[in-house]
């Protein structure tokens, strides 16, 4: 018996790696082109503003440093709860209702939308700032007709019920414990 069991658990180890690389590959061609390359593209980084701005250059690194911790810590729990990416053409086996999005059901998106107005703030930029609601109104666009949809069919009421409890976009003060 334990060579059935040692081949499910070399095959469970496989799966996490795939999943952690999968996980890393989508993670360096979405979010580091939307939250990188583009405002990048935008602003070339250049600081903009006298020394006025200071506060708000501060509030925007705090915002993109929270910013990366989520975003980083929301794409490991897809790996390791989820057991899939945040890629659609790899989903998740398991829904993820962890860490983070025990207080928001998009914390990936909100990482993302803190991360460029982080960057609009401290670059005192109106172009990312704009390109930040352009974003987000695609991001909201794709959860609405193409992520809340896919995710009822596959998880039925789990997901219902997740979705009724925990909001899309502004976090619960206190974690969902459903």
Excluded: K
């Excluded at 708000?56 to 989520?70: D, K, N, Q």
């Excluded at 989820?82 to 890629?87: E, K, L, N, S």
């Amino acid at each position: 018996m334990a060579f059935p069991r040692a081949a499910r658990d070399a095959r469970g180890r496989a799966a996490a790696r795939s999943s952690v690389l999968g996980s890393a590959v989508f993670f360096v061609t979405a979010p580091c082109v939307v939250t990188g390359l583009v405002p990048w593209l935008l602003s070339r980084w250049r600081l903009r503003g006298s020394a006025w701005w200071l506060p708000l250059r501060v509030i925007g690194v705090a915002l993109a440093l929270v910013g990366l911790v989520v975003l980083v810590r929301a794409f490991l729990r897809f790996a390791v709860e989820g057991r899939g990416t945040p890629a659609p053409v790899a989903p998740t086996e398991q829904l993820v209702i962890g860490g983070e999005y025990r207080y928001v059901r998009n914390p990936m998106y909100v990482a993302v939308e803190a991360l460029i107005l982080g960057q609009a703030l401290l670059f005192m930029s109106v172009t990312v700032l704009v390109y930040a609601v352009l974003s987000w109104a695609a991001m909201a666009a794709f959860v609405r007709w193409y992520e809340e949809p896919t995710l009822t069919a596959r998880f039925g009421d789990q997901y219902l019920r997740y979705r009724t409890a925990v909001p899309a976009w502004i976090p619960r003060l206190d974690a969902w414990r459903g």
